[in-house]
């Protein structure tokens, strides 16, 4: 299609019916030399190229181009045209860096963050998600991927009951914030900055808003979301998608103040059955890419079709993120 963008191979893709996930695109010959302008502008220029990229595979990873830094990723996100989502309702701790430019989730690296569609827990969610390697790890550190319909497909397979219960009823997420963002929790966002204010009347509309109801506690606030589907049909490809945080809730919303195993239950309120969560974690990590991080990388992922999680990692490591609607 384009010179700028050449359809490369790496070690760890995976191929499904044929086609590679991730898809990988690298520069043509002597584009690597000719800047971000060049790269943004051909990035505009075969938009609906790109697009349909992404829909075929799920997710495209942008290899040495001339990405170095978080304003020329935030021009890349910004070449693509999708529309920014505002980060409401979210757990992770995140700082804006520069324009739709933030951190990713800030958990300390001995920490694993656990497969997730980003925000499945709330109703607004975004559709497509940027990743952008700023500094390399020094060892781990990875992003593994999944193709959320292979993981319904297998759950469906291998524990119809469950998945027939959980189309049913769905699940009902329980979290609790405390007033300030807490670093050192994979979970730890304040309600301040969850809802994006310091009053709680306008903490209290804009949870209603998303679905949510509060109760006040004497430092923070109890969040129950729910019921809310754990599986989703996604229209553009006409397929099931395993779209819900069910195994990072019960396996990884865990600090001072939060029980994972409390954190999530089916829609009607009874508890999840742990052999089961434990093996869909493990048809996760079976079914799952993890290309290691190399700096200037950019992962575009549809939110529809994939899941993610975080490794541990030996710093220094600085991946950045945007959301678009």
């Known amino acids: ?6 359809e490369s191979s790496i070690p760890h893709q995976k191929l499904y019916d044929g086609a590679p996930f991730p898809l990988v695109l690298t520069p043509g010959k002597g584009v690597e030399n000719l800047g971000l302008t060049h790269l943004t502008h051909s990035i505009k220029a075969h938009q609906p190229w790109l697009q349909s990229l992404l829909h075929r595979a799920g997710a495209v990873l942008l290899r040495d181009f001339p990405v170095t830094a978080a304003s020329d990723f935030n021009d890349v996100v910004e070449a693509f045209g999708f529309a920014e989502l505002p980060y409401v309702g979210g757990a992770a701790p995140r700082t804006n ?16 963050i656990p497969f997730h569609h980003e925000m499945a827990q709330v109703p607004e969610f975004p559709s497509k998600l940027f990743f952008f390697c700023e500094v390399e790890p020094g060892t781990g550190g990875e992003t593994p991927i999944v193709l959320s319909h292979i993981v319904y497909e297998r759950m469906k397979t291998k524990h119809p009951e469950f998945v027939q219960r959980l189309e049913e009823h769905g699940l009902m997420y329980i979290r609790v914030l405390g007033e300030e963002d807490d670093p050192s929790s994979p ?3 304040g309600w301040k900055s969850t809802f994006l204010t310091h009053d709680k009347i306008t903490a209290e509309k804009r949870a209603a808003q998303l ?3 509060l109760e006040w506690t004497e430092d923070g606030v109890k969040t129950i979301m729910g019921p809310i589907p754990a599986v ?3 229209e553009s490809r006409q397929r099931k998608v395993w779209f819900n945080s069910m195994v990072a809730a019960y396996t990884g919303w865990e600090d001072a103040r939060n029980d994972p195993v409390k954190a999530v239950t089916f829609g009607d309120g009874q ?14 990590e079976d079914e799952c890419v993890a290309v290691p ?4 990388d950019v992962l575009l992922l549809d939110n529809w079709a994939v899941l993610h999680s975080r490794r541990p990692f030996d710093p220094p490591r600085r991946v950045l993120a945007s959301l678009c609607k």
């Open 1 to 6: 299609m384009s010179q700028t963008f050449i």
């Open 211 to 213: 679905g949510m109801k």
């Open 97 to 112: 860096v520069v324009g739709r430019v933030f951190t990713a989730n800030e958990a300390p690296p001995d920490q694993k």
């Open 232 to 234: 989703k049909f996604d």
């Open 293 to 296: 991080w190399q700096k200037g």
């Open 187 to 189: 979970i730890g966002r």
């Open 271 to 284: 508890p999840l059955p742990a052999d089961i969560i434990y093996d869909c974690l493990k048809i996760l």
